[in-house]
């Protein structure tokens, strides 16, 4: 049985930094696409960043240059490293997995999925 565990959100003032952490058990990802996915209430669940192998990334064009996606194909894990917070990015950060060497955008694409972690950012 596969299961993907998230860890690493918390309050934090705009500016700071945190970095989430997802740790895959049951099957290897280590060359298959991992994602981190957000979600607010009443929207659509959104593409944040990916990874395919360990070097192969993707952004949503608004956390570029803050947030950086990374991989230890060792350890199964996937992290993303945030920067530079901002309050839009308040949401609940889910780590998700698809067995699968192609990155998608689409949520609906991803088999796996963690419990999902928050990540609140104070003005």
């Known amino acids: 049985q596969v299961q993907l565990v998230e860890s690493g959100g918390g309050l934090v003032q705009a500016g700071g930094s945190l970095r989430l952490s997802c740790t895959a058990s049951g099957r290897t990802f280590s060359r298959d696409a991992m994602a981190w996915f957000r979600q607010v209430p009443g929207k659509e669940r959104e593409f944040v960043a990916g990874i395919v192998g360990n070097d192969i990334t993707r952004y949503l064009d608004s956390v570029k240059a803050r947030f950086t996606i990374s991989k230890d194909s060792a350890k199964n894990t996937v992290a993303l490293q945030m920067n530079s917070l901002k309050p839009e990015d308040t949401a609940t950060y889910y780590c998700?997995?698809?067995?699968?060497?192609?990155?998608?955008?689409?949520?609906?694409?991803?088999?796996?999925w963690g419990q999902g972690t928050q990540v609140t950012v104070s003005s």
């Open positions: 998700a997995a698809r067995a699968s060497t192609v990155l998608s955008f689409s949520s609906r694409q991803y088999t796996y």
